[in-house]
């Protein structure tokens, strides 16, 4: 399990506008460093919702 779990919704849209942010931002800064973190969180939301026929957007 990911150090970060996000558990709803809001917190999955929220999460993937930052990784859209966090993505633009250059490779090797302070600001990516947490990257890796949240794409295992957002994998983590997708696999646990995936599967109930609900959208996740």
């Known amino acids: 399990?990911?150090?970060?779990?996000?558990?709803?919704v809001e917190e999955y849209?929220?999460?993937l506008r930052e990784m859209d942010r966090l993505?633009?931002?250059p490779l090797g800064t302070p600001e990516t460093e947490g990257l890796q973190d949240l794409v295992e969180a957002i994998l983590d939301y997708e696999s646990r919702h995936a599967?109930?026929?609900?959208?996740l957007h």
């Not at 399990?1 to 709803?8: N, S």
Request: no cysteine.
């Open 1 to 8: 399990m990911p150090a970060r779990v996000i558990r709803t």
């Open 13 to 15: 849209r929220a999460a």
């Open 51 to 55: 599967n109930n026929g609900a959208s």
């Open 23 to 25: 993505q633009r931002a």
